[in-house]
């Protein structure tokens, strides 16, 4: 793996103040693998906390407001994440763009947010079973990454991209490594047409099911520079696994 291994737990609406010692555990882990970058996104409810209970990784929000404050009920300012100790968002998670309508303009505004409060972001992209099916998952990920992404100007070493098939979220089901591979190709050569040198530099993550038991195969897949991982990251014993197995992979 060429650029540094970066392991990403989604909690999604997951976790109280009883689930910090998973996260303290799981800063542990990290401790003792010094070549992965590992990070943890909770819920809004436990930012604060967990960033003070931790200190090797780094902890985010799962979603960003695009605006800096108003009268915007329920949502969080990029602002507001950074003054809880956040140091990245999480933007257009496929949950975001079907379960609340969220478009590709909308999600770069959001990753222009983050940047500018100076968090790093990582923009989610990936196609449903349908388009895949259809043959359309490269034309989908491609026109989403043409809309979501933030602009050159705005801090692209910040920048990661999550590729998470829809239909391998939560699901169990993983794409063929050579299709992960072959996505994650194409996501290097939009990332280089759109920044130009510095898109060899934006780590592109793999997300959908990945677990303990697969987590070595996936980091192999060509161009997989990390894991955005849900259900298998809310615990320490998991989440640690797939850890000792990017680690494996830069150490061999
Ligand atoms: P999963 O979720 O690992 O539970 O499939 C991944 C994600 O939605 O980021």
């Known amino acids: ?17 009883a689930t910090l010692a998973e996260a303290r555990a799981i800063d542990r882990a990290a401790a003792r693998h010094p070549a992965v970058e590992v990070a943890l996104a909770p819920p809004f409810t436990l930012v604060m906390a967990m960033a003070e209970a931790v200190q090797e990784i780094a902890v985010g929000g799962q979603d960003c407001h695009a605006k800096p ?5 329920g949502d969080v300012a990029a602002a507001q994440l950074a003054d809880a100790g956040a140091r990245f968002a999480i933007v257009g998670h ?7 309508g969220e478009g590709d303009g909308l999600v770069r505004a959001k990753a222009e ?43 692209v070493e910040r920048v990661s991209v999550a590729y998470e098939p829809v239909w391998a979220i939560g699901t169990g089901r993983v794409p063929s490594l050579d299709d992960v591979g072959a996505m994650h190709r194409a996501i ?13 530099g934006v780590r592109i993550l793999y997300g959908g099911s990945v677990n303990a038991a697969n987590a070595l195969e996936l980091l192999g897949a ?7 991982v ?8 998991s989440f640690s696994a797939i850890i000792a197995a990017a680690a494996q992979r830069v150490e061999g």
Not at 188 to 200: K, S, W
């Open 69 to 73: 404050s108003g009268a915007f009920t």
């Open 1 to 17: 793996m060429a650029l540094r291994p970066y392991i990403v737990g989604n909690w999604k609406m997951n976790g109280t103040r």
């Open 230 to 237: 849900g259900g298998a990251s809310l615990t320490a014993e």
């Open 113 to 155: 947010a983050a940047l500018a409060e100076g968090l790093g972001v990582i923009v989610c992209v990936g196609e449903t079973e349908a388009e895949r099916d259809a043959g359309q998952a490269e034309a989908v990920v491609a026109s989403q990454l043409a809309g979501s992404l933030p602009g050159a100007e705005a801090g």
């Open 188 to 200: 290097r050569a939009h990332l280089a047409a759109a920044y130009g040198a510095a898109g060899a």
């Open 222 to 228: 060509d161009e997989v520079s990390g894991a955005l």
């Open 94 to 100: 496929s949950e975001r763009r079907t379960l609340h």
